[in-house]
């Protein structure tokens, strides 16, 4: 069975071996990319309603696992330092799957990570920009209803006069670069890997 079809089946206890035996011929990123395909193919399974929330929870934890081999040897390079984030997805949403890929490639290139975690009030966000002084605050969302606290968080930025102290990036499938236009973040990116490279042009880096 393919990867993609592991994950999207859920099929926990044989994703690991799988995955091994994939890393031997095949690019990190392309197994990475296999895991997510399985995914969302989980998503439109759930979406026709083929499959239910405990079925999509169970693609959830076998793309867990798969990730756990494969982390460790994306961006395996030591880089210099290129700047501090905070990631965190939005309040009310519990979606942690991409911020976590987005973790992974910002400290394979380079960058401390603060992850703040899932469900995060704007005001945590406000505090840590006090307190951690980041370059750049990554939010995350995979909810049509949640994308709107996003711009809670800059509205929040604004009253507390932080909003010129840090750029903002946003991403989730429901986020676009309109979208992130609109209200008034600084960038958008559509997957992890460009997002590095985004939020290094954003540094003027
Ligand atoms: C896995 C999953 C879950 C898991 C989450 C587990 C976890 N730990 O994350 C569980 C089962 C818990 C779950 C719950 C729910 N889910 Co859900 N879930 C999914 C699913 C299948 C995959 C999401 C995912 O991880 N994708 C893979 C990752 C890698 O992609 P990604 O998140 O988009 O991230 C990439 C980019 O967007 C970008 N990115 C992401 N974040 C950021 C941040 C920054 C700063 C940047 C730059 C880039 C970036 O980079 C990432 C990597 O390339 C999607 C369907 C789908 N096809 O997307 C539905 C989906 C998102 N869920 C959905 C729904 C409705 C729910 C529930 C409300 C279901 C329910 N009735 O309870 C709950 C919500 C609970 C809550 N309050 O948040 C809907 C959302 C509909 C909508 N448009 O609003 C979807 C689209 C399914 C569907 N087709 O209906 N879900």
């Known amino acids: 069975m393919s990867?993609?079809?592991?994950v999207e089946e859920g099929e926990v206890y044989a994703?690991?071996?799988?995955?091994?035996?994939?890393?031997?011929?095949?690019?990190?990123?392309?197994?990475?990319?296999?895991?997510i395909n399985g995914l969302k193919l989980a998503g439109e399974k759930f979406k026709s309603?083929?499959?239910?929330v405990v079925d999509m929870m169970q693609a959830a934890e076998t793309f867990k696992e798969g990730m756990k081999i494969i982390k460790p040897k994306l961006g395996d390079t030591k880089k210099e330092y290129?700047?501090?984030i905070v990631l965190g997805t939005v309040q009310g949403d519990i979606h942690d799957i991409g911020k976590n890929l987005v973790l992974?490639?910002?400290?394979?290139a380079g960058f401390?990570?603060?992850?703040?975690?899932?469900?995060?009030?704007?005001?945590?966000?406000?505090?840590?920009?006090?307190?951690?002084?980041?370059?750049i605050i990554g939010l995350s969302a995979l909810?049509?209803?949640?994308?709107?606290e996003m711009e809670g968080?800059?509205?929040?930025?604004?009253?507390?006069?932080?909003?010129?102290?840090?750029?903002?990036?946003?991403?989730?499938?429901p986020v676009s670069e309109r979208f992130a236009q609109s209200i008034g973040a600084d960038s958008y990116a559509p997957n992890a890997t460009e997002a590095v490279s985004i939020a290094l042009k954003l540094l003027g880096k």
């Open 3 to 6: 990867l993609s079809k592991l």
């Open 15 to 35: 994703i690991e071996e799988a995955v091994i035996e994939a890393v031997k011929n095949t690019e990190p990123i392309k197994i990475t990319e296999e895991l």
């Open 49 to 52: 309603g083929e499959y239910f």
């Open 82 to 84: 290129k700047g501090k």
């Open 104 to 108: 992974t490639m910002f400290e394979g």
């Open 112 to 135: 401390e990570v603060i992850d703040l975690g899932i469900d995060v009030h704007k005001n945590e966000f406000v505090e840590s920009v006090k307190n951690d002084k980041p370059d």
């Open 143 to 148: 909810l049509t209803t949640t994308m709107l």
């Open 153 to 173: 968080v800059i509205q929040a930025l604004k009253t507390n006069n932080l909003r010129n102290q840090v750029k903002i990036m946003v991403g989730g499938a």
